[in-house]
């Protein structure tokens, strides 16, 4: 059931932070940020390579002085997944980690201080062919700005980010991307619309400040996911009040769902009712535990009776619908044999994990081939 997406992405240029390339048409890149104190450099870089075993493919980590700047540079060497390095008001930040091999900044020109201080920072980021990211967000705003609208507005967040875009090609820059994030989703999304009409940049997506990992998953699948149904949407972050390798979780399940990127397993399934045969939600939560690390697209339905299950079994890899005595199991929408309840989870692990080592086999003789 792996179909192409309908979605037409709107045009825009290419950066490259790191190795990942973000707008022109690439793959939605999804990121993350530590939460971890920069200067612990043993905790961060836990954090990161357990953001980047999760699917991150950017990390931002917070560079909030120079002692944490040289941290950044230890985490630089330990690490392997593209950082970028979140830096506010000191210049000098910003030139060091870019020679301590920073793979992105995020920094306002206009927060930095006076047109010389700019100038460094973009004449260094344009030596080392490091992108910037503009982040403008709804709780800080410039205070001109904040007393013209009297409050954020999309108006307010656009012309914001306009500031910084000038700034930036005046000093004839273009290798960056923005964002212009807000709380409310329909500020975000207002405001993403409209900047996205007005610049050729990539656009960093997010609904900061979101909430916890139920609210806030909510609130971003509906807001970033609106922006992603128009086609805007270079690179994404999720911003939850919890592990940040739920961020990236969540992230990836966005795209998935809206077939913008494939990996790891699309699980379709019931909510169960009364008719199913099997425990269908500890069934899920167990199978969903167990199969995390499993990184070859897969559509996997786990249906609990015999009214949905066939027709959702037959259009998926591997289809289990539930039956008395025992359960249908459907490969490639075909009917190829029976579970009993005992031993279901193990069965269907076992089940899976070879369809999927059989179909990486598959893909990798394709490109030794090609």
Not at 148 to 167: C, F, M, N, Q
Not at 341 to 357: G, H, P, Q, S, Y
Request: hydrophobic letters at 40%.
């Amino acid at each position: 059931m792996q179909f192409t997406s309908p979605i037409v992405r709107r045009v825009s240029r290419q950066i490259m932070v790191g190795d990942v390339p973000v707008g022109g048409g690439a793959p939605i890149s999804v990121q993350s940020m530590t939460n971890t104190d920069t200067c612990d450099v043993a905790a961060t870089v836990d954090q990161v390579q357990r953001l980047q075993q999760a699917g991150a493919d950017i990390v931002r980590v917070s560079v909030p002085s120079m002692d944490a700047a040289e941290a950044f540079g230890e985490i630089r060497k330990q690490v392997s997944v593209p950082l970028v390095a979140d830096i506010h008001f000191d210049y000098r930040i910003a030139l060091r980690v870019a020679d301590l091999g920073v793979d992105c900044l995020r920094i306002n020109p206009g927060n930095i201080g006076r047109e010389k201080r700019i100038r460094a920072v973009v004449d260094k980021a344009r030596d080392l062919n490091i992108p910037i990211r503009i982040g403008v967000n709804a709780g800080s705003l410039e205070k001109d700005l904040q007393k013209k609208y009297g409050e954020p507005t999309p108006d307010a967040l656009v012309e914001s980010a306009l500031r910084h875009v000038e700034i930036l090609d005046g000093l004839d820059f273009q290798n960056f991307k923005v964002s212009v994030k807000a709380s409310d989703i329909f500020m975000a999304t207002a405001a993403y619309r409209k900047l996205a009409s007005q610049i050729e940049q990539p656009l960093h997506l997010g609904i900061t400040e979101a909430g916890g990992l139920r609210a806030g998953t909510v609130k971003s699948a509906i807001g970033l996911g609106a922006l992603l149904l128009d086609g805007i949407g270079d690179t994404l972050r999720v911003s939850l009040a919890a592990d940040p390798v739920e961020e990236v979780k969540v992230g990836w399940d966005l795209l998935k769902s809206l077939r913008l990127r494939t990996k790891g397993i699309n699980f379709i399934a019931c909510p169960s009712c009364s008719r199913q045969n099997f425990d269908v939600v500890k069934t899920m939560n167990e199978l969903e535990a167990r199969l995390e690390d499993i990184t070859t697209p897969l559509d996997v339905a786990v249906i609990g009776c015999i009214v949905n299950g066939p027709g959702e079994a037959k259009e998926a890899d591997i289809g289990l619908a539930g039956g008395t005595p025992s359960h249908a199991i459907y490969v490639d929408g075909q009917p190829d044999r029976k579970f009993t309840n005992e031993n279901l989870v193990e069965d269907l692990e076992r089940l899976i994990r070879e369809k999927a080592a059989a179909k990486a086999e598959r893909e990798a003789d394709i490109i030794a081939k090609a």
